[in-house]
């Protein structure tokens, strides 16, 4: 898996937050001023105690709204490592306290640091329990936070912040860029030279501090060898004592140092007991983490190197201050931050705002001519409406006229489509002798008007025309009954091909032969001959002509 | 009070200013000006709808104008034609004697009923036109029956209004004999046929129908 970029590495360069550092030693004191993790000022206080808490107040005053991180690298450190049940987060807190009060009572400085579940079949968690005894240099670096108008950030141990220097100096030096760990179960020590101390190390297993041990009293040393002699022999003593906890002496010791060039080139040249030894300058180290500005006037100690490295962290690895004041310190900062993040939230909200007016204005432009375009286009049409339902008689009453002509034009009977048909049938023998025709007209109404807009209320379909119509045929040319009867029937026939529509039936036959009539023959009447009667057929037709 | 604790007075004031103030413009930001803006987006939006309705019905309009103006010329031509307004019945005197001239009836008489009103109505409204309407009996004596078939389809068409035919009666009077004939030839006309026809004459009234026509 890609290892993860160092996120704090760049929160820090991105805000690059301004405080100050005060590295409180055995030898002395350093005051450095960061921004982020840039070095930009510092000064060694290596006079007596109250001259430097007087400098230092002086240096401090400055610039009275940075805040102080206190980095302790004195000896009066206690570490204990322990266990605790398995507790949930709400209790954890009180429980470390009541742990911490219990190892170290009395102690102001002190808190717990979990390393991780406890390995083995007991649940619970490992603890780093640290505490810095109480001494008249403790007292009086105490005293001066209070005095000073700078408020208290954190208070730190610089051995248990300096863990991850040690292992990002350790994959720096193996050409590992990531900066994160050490390979689990690897002992791991860092020896660095101090002003305000002396020769400091700090001793790793895996991710956590193991022991760390300060070795005084070099200041009179200037040989690089003699130096290397004793960094040999207390080497070894560490050797030795981390054996007790565990240390392999086949698996071997990494180890890095950061001081004086000549003195880290010696220790190459010595056997020291170490499987490894990486040796950097301060100005390489600080190089190879990160920092700028880290490197003192003399290049050799690493002081500004771990307060730099220590003071620069966002959240500490241990932070040793009491609970409470560290509670006020961090309800101040949200406090403080949420101000700032609010007032930034206030200054967008308010272009927000602006915009949002700025959309409003646009937007009412933009109704008011949408309104004063449909108020017009209103206008208009009410005009043209106002046009089109004028003039001597509305248009729909026209449209009803219309529809009543147009009723009256449908039901209107073509009368030369009769007279053709009766024509047609007649023979030459036949004449009409009259014709009588009667039509029954339908009633006109006006169907209802959909809308106003529409053709009138003209009926879909016309209504049908009735017509009753009788025709006298004179059949007096002929001589012969049989064929003026004949002849009636044929003209029957005729007509109800041309009018198929229309019922058509024989009214009167030359001679009394229907069923409604009575047939009379006198005795030597020739009925047949055709004599003596009214020589006529009548036909009726009934029924649609349209 | 000591300093710090001043301080942080101070602070939590500052936070609590800037946390009101916050709360202020988002209020305003969001409880007044974001649903005023959207109150007006929504009438512009409303407002430009209701301008394509009317721009829509203004097309309908255009297409209505174009059915109108058909519909009052037809109307117009009906009006000219006599089917809409009074019934002139001196016109009509007029008329049925030139067209009798003309189409060579050698006998005529009519008879021209009073006018009746009857109301056309469309349901439901209940609304609708009246409508004049008089009955035209006419009788005729001619030469041929084409005459006849004429002159009633010349009076149909020749009236004003509209002229419906109820009832036609058409019979032979006598067969032509020899002598009828020569009369004929000789140019002495005489009437062969005889003939009734009905009508309905039928006008829409606009206006009451005035007196002395």
Redesign the interface.
């Known amino acids: 898996m890609a290892p993860l970029p160092n996120m704090e590495g760049v929160a820090q360069r991105l805000f690059a937050l301004k405080r100050f550092v005060l590295l409180v030693g055995d030898a002395g004191a350093m005051i450095a001023r960061l921004s982020g993790s840039r070095v930009v000022a510092h000064q060694f206080l290596d006079g007596d105690l109250e001259d430097n808490v007087r400098r230092a107040k002086l240096t401090l005053a400055e610039f009275p709204k940075y805040p102080v991180i206190l980095l302790f690298d004195v000896l009066g450190q206690s570490y204990r490592r322990d266990r605790l049940p398995p507790v949930n987060m709400l209790d954890r807190p009180k429980i470390v306290a009541r742990k911490l009060e219990a190892l170290f009572p009395g102690i102001e400085f002190k808190g717990g640091l979990r390393l991780g579940p406890t390995e083995g079949d007991i649940r619970g968690f490992d603890y780093l329990f640290a505490a810095v005894s109480t001494s008249p240099e403790i007292v009086a670096w105490q005293a001066m936070l209070g005095q000073i108008?700078n408020?208290t950030s954190d208070v730190r141990l610089l051995p248990v912040e300096s863990v991850k220097l040690l292992h990002r100096l350790m994959h720096k030096s193996n050409g590992n860029g990531n900066g994160n760990g050490a390979r689990k179960g690897q002992w791991n020590i860092l020896i660095s030279q101090h002003r305000t101390g002396g020769f400091r190390q700090i001793v790793t297993r895996g991710h956590t501090l193991a022991i760390a041990r300060m070795t005084s009293g070099f200041v009179d040393i200037e040989s690089p060898g003699e130096i290397a002699a004793l960094l040999q022999r207390e080497i070894g003593a560490t050797i030795d004592y981390i054996t007790r906890l565990g240390f392999d002496r086949a698996e071997g010791l990494n180890a890095v140092f950061i001081g004086r060039s000549d003195i880290g080139a010696t220790l190459k040249n010595v056997q020291l007991p170490v499987r490894s030894l990486t040796a950097f300058t301060p100005a390489e180290a600080q190089y190879k983490t990160g920092i700028t500005g880290a490197s003192d006037d003399s290049g050799h100690f690493a002081d500004l190197l771990h307060a730099a490295w220590g003071g620069s962290r966002f959240l500490p690895a241990l932070s040793i201050w009491p609970q409470k004041i560290r509670r006020?310190r961090a309800l101040?900062l949200a406090?403080?931050w949420?101000?700032r993040m609010?007032?930034a939230?206030?200054v967008a909200?308010?272009l927000?705002?602006a915009n949002?007016?700025w959309?409003?204005r646009r937007?009412?432009a933009?109704?008011s001519l949408?309104?004063s375009?449909?108020g017009a286009?209103?206008q208009?049409?009410d005009a043209?409406?106002t046009k089109?339902d004028g003039?001597t008689?509305p248009?729909a009453?026209?449209?009803?006229?219309?529809a009543?002509?147009a009723q009256?034009?449908a039901?209107?009977?073509d009368?030369?489509r009769l007279?053709n048909a009766i024509g047609a049938g007649l023979s030459g023998n036949a004449?009409?002798?009259?014709?009588?025709?009667?039509?029954?007209?339908p009633v006109?109404?006006?169907?209802?008007?959909p809308d106003q807009?529409g053709?009138?209320?003209v009926q879909s379909e016309p209504a049908p025309v009735e017509a009753d119509i009788i025709l006298?045929l004179?059949l007096s040319s002929f001589r012969d009954a049989e064929q003026a009867v004949g002849e009636a029937g044929r003209m029957t026939r005729a007509l109800r091909l041309a009018l198929p529509d229309m019922q058509i039936k024989i009214l009167r036959q030359p001679l009394r032969i229907l069923p409604g009539d009575t047939l009379t023959v006198k005795p030597g009447e020739n009925v047949l001959a055709f004599s003596g009667e009214d020589r006529t057929a009548k036909i009726q037709l009934i029924g649609r002509v349209k | 009070m000591t300093d710090r604790d001043s301080a942080q007075a101070a602070l939590t004031r500052r936070f609590m200013g800037a946390l009101a103030f916050f709360a202020l413009i988002m209020a305003a930001c969001f409880g007044y000006l974001a649903p005023e803006l959207e109150n007006i987006r929504q009438m512009t939006a409303a407002a430009n709808d209701s301008a394509a309705s009317v721009t829509i019905q203004l097309n309908d309009i255009s297409a209505r104008k174009v059915r109108d103006a058909a519909d009052r010329n037809l109307f117009y031509a009906l009006e000219k034609d006599g089917f809409v307004g009074d019934q002139n019945r001196l016109n009509a005197a007029r008329i049925l004697e030139k067209l009798r001239v003309r189409h060579h009836i050698s006998g005529l008489e009519y008879q021209i009923d009073p006018v009746e009103t009857i109301s056309i109505l469309r349901q439901p409204e209940n609304t609708g036109e009246k409508m004049s309407v008089s009955k035209i009996s006419l009788g005729m004596r001619g030469f041929l029956d084409r005459d006849l078939r004429d002159f009633t389809a010349a009076v149909k068409r020749g009236l004003p209004g509209y002229l419906t035919i109820t009832d036609i009666e058409m019979e032979k009077l006598e067969t032509p004999s020899d002598e009828l004939l020569m009369q004929i030839g000789a140019g002495k006309g005489t009437e062969l046929l005889k003939g009734s026809v009905q009508f309905l004459w039928q006008a829409v009234q606009i206006n009451p129908q005035e007196d002395g026509l």
Not at chain 1, 397 to 402: G, L, S
Not at chain 1, 431 to 441: P, T, V
């Open positions: 108008e408020p006020q101040a406090q403080s949420g101000t609010l007032a939230a206030s909200g308010f927000y705002g949002l007016l959309e409003i937007a009412e933009e109704y949408a309104d375009s449909r286009l209103q208009r049409y043209e409406i089109l003039g008689m248009i009453r026209m449209r009803d006229i219309i009543i002509h009256l034009a039901a209107d009977v009368l030369n007279y004449k009409l002798r009259s014709l009588d025709i009667e039509i029954e007209q006109t109404v006006l169907a209802p008007a807009s053709p009138g209320g006298n004179d």
